[in-house]
């Protein structure tokens, strides 16, 4: 998951929630009558509320300040990228998950004719369990990868990751780029990873071998610290998203006009599916910005659509600048 330009304090407000949730389970829901009638529910109540509540703590203990660069660094030795993502983003998906199946079983006891909401609630907490592994699975170097697309021509190109975070991107990029430079840029200001993620970014760096491949730099998206035409192509995966609706036309336009003529951008955003539906609620599916939406922001902002597809149940699309000669023709002779 990227670094975004607009930070979020999802971790914190997770592990929060978990943990007032854990101990009302703990204190209050085995006093109520329906469940301190049934010992197996007193007991399965106790349960989820204790690990809820743990599993709360473990998040604000590991949200303090400077942990995932002290993690980091402990896993220098190990050779292990390190991503970042707080637990009480992590964890909190399973966490609600216990909750609601733990709710669909008190419906059950308590009311039997209302067995179509627990059924829901179940099935509620099914998803959200199914997606805490889905996002686990992202944090795995294997899926460190970028889709088979025509982004980088030529050996030596100029590469911008924009929003680069941790450095997911970035190390793929750098799989597949022999020679050339990459250029990683984000505000490292997300609240989902500590620290922002530049500490780890330079972590795992060194641990992939990109060090002297890359050049780190803190800037807006929306307003590039670059000249016009500085680079060959751009990726932006998991952060253009994340931005209110003007910022993203601002950002599809600071992205064109630093590619040259022909340069292309990979961009990876989410969109309406089943996984999304899954690791969040199903409101994701009437929320998030559908593939057409997006389309439409492009070539409005002066892109040609020229791929699309899925990569690691995210959509995809490359997108092109055209070759210039419009631009040449607006802009009048060089002096």
């Excluded at 002290?70 to 983003?89: D, H, I, L, M, S």
Aim: with cysteine; hydrophobic share 50%.
């Amino acid at each position: 998951m990227k670094s975004n330009t607009y930070g979020h304090g999802h971790g914190r407000i997770v592990a929060v929630g978990g943990l007032a949730v854990g101990l009302a389970l703990l204190l209050y829901a085995p006093s109520l009558r329906v469940v301190s009638g049934a010992l197996l529910l007193v007991a399965a109540v106790h349960v989820a509320g204790a690990v809820v509540v743990l599993g709360s703590v473990r998040a604000l203990w590991s949200g303090r300040p400077g942990h995932a660069a002290r993690v980091a660094r402990r896993a220098g030795a190990t050779e292990t990228f390190q991503f970042g993502w707080t637990p009480g983003w992590m964890n909190g998906l399973w966490m609600a998950g216990l909750v609601l199946a733990t709710g669909a079983v008190v419906v059950v006891v308590a009311a039997p004719a209302w067995w179509p909401l627990a059924f829901g609630l179940l099935l509620l907490g099914a998803g959200q369990v199914a997606g805490s592994r889905f996002l686990r699975k992202g944090l795995r170097a294997d899926h460190v990868v970028l889709p088979m697309v025509d982004v980088v021509r030529g050996d030596r190109a100029r590469i911008l990751d924009a929003g680069c975070g941790t450095g997911r991107t970035t190390i793929a990029l750098g799989r597949i780029l022999r020679g050339g430079s990459i250029v990683a840029l984000d505000r490292f200001d997300a609240g989902y990873i500590e620290g922002g993620g530049r500490d780890l970014l330079a972590h795992n760096l060194r641990v992939a071998g990109l060090t002297d491949q890359v050049e780190i730099r803190t800037g807006d998206v929306t307003a590039l610290p670059f000249p016009e035409r500085s680079f060959d192509a751009a990726t932006s995966a998991h952060m253009i998203d994340h931005l209110p609706g003007p910022a993203r036309v601002r950002a599809l336009e600071e992205l064109r006009r630093v590619l040259v003529p022909g340069g292309r951008l990979l961009m990876v955003v989410w969109v309406p599916s089943w996984e999304m539906a899954a690791t969040f609620n199903v409101l994701a599916l009437l929320f998030l910005t559908s593939r057409r939406r997006w389309r439409e922001l492009a070539t409005g902002a002066g892109f040609r659509v020229v791929d699309e597809g899925v990569v690691n149940g995210a959509w995809f699309v490359v997108l092109e600048r055209p070759d210039g000669r419009a631009d040449e023709v607006a802009a009048g002779p060089r002096a």
